[in-house]
């Protein structure tokens, strides 16, 4: 196990894989963990825990990991601090720094702040952004109301309804927040006051990335993962557009960690 003690949380983790191996250090998407991973079903580790050294953690608020109601904590900026002060307890080298979705961001801008850090970047189902990142925070912010004035009922009432992206429609279903009641809208503050860095920034980020992303999904839109693509100096796209496809993403990071520059 792995337990990092920061400002208002203690980081939940643990280290796997292959000895002697590449380290990878992996952060989940908004609303996730470690343990949603695994009932989510799509991302299996397997495949990169026979190549690499895995560290996987919950992000504050999240899982297992503890937090506070400070939606300030839970914005990408501060969530990239503690993604560097796991690199910085587990004593590595330049590490590759893997996301999904809140996850990228949060590697992005800890490759920012620090790009010594990290040798590699994998970013996986990158967010919402910029233009698109509008609609999404205003979404945010209601469901946060709606918790703190209706309860966990008004907030399910709100969610309800919604169809899922074509690409899982006969796909698994995503499990519910991994996120305490009473912390749930401070984070959700947190997502809705956080963006990417700004695309002229990105351009200083030369490392080899690879980015996955899947199609059909509003919230992770392809247009993202684009412009990412464009601006990353050293970028790999692949876009999947079957449940069948995005089971290939562990090979493919695996090959990923373990190819040449």
Do not use: C, Q
Not at 54 to 62: I, N
Not at 190 to 219: K, M, N, Q, V
């Amino acid at each position: 196990m792995v337990t990092v003690a920061r400002e208002g949380a203690d980081l939940a983790g643990a280290v796997s894989g292959r000895e002697g191996g590449p380290l990878a250090v992996h952060v989940h998407g908004a609303m996730s963990s470690r343990a949603g991973e695994r009932r989510h079903g799509l991302f299996a580790w397997e495949p990169v825990e026979e190549v690499a050294r895995l560290v996987r953690y919950d992000a504050r608020g999240h899982g297992e990991s503890t937090g506070r109601a400070v939606p300030g904590d839970y914005v990408f900026t501060n969530l990239a601090d503690d993604l560097l002060a796991v690199i910085d307890h587990v004593d590595a080298g330049p590490v590759t720094g893997m996301g999904a979705s809140m996850g990228t961001a949060t590697v992005l801008h800890a490759a920012l702040k620090r790009p010594e850090a990290f040798e590699r970047l994998v970013l996986i189902i990158p967010p919402t952004a910029w233009e698109t990142r509008k609609a999404v925070a205003a979404h945010y912010l209601e469901a946060a109301e709606a918790l703190e004035t209706r309860g966990p009922k008004g907030f399910a009432e709100l969610m309800a309804g919604g169809e899922p992206p074509a690409i899982f429609a006969e796909g698994p279903a995503f499990p519910l927040p991994d996120v305490s009641w009473d912390l749930l809208p401070s984070v959700m503050r947190g997502l809705a006051a956080s963006d990417l860095p700004a695309p002229a920034e990105l351009s200083a980020l030369t490392h080899p990335a690879l980015i996955l992303a899947w199609d059909t999904d509003d919230g992770h839109p392809l247009s993202t993962a684009e412009a990412l693509a464009r601006l990353l100096p050293a970028a790999t796209l692949h876009v999947s557009d079957t449940v069948a496809g995005i089971r290939t993403w562990s090979a493919r990071i695996a090959a990923f960690l373990t190819a040449r520059s």
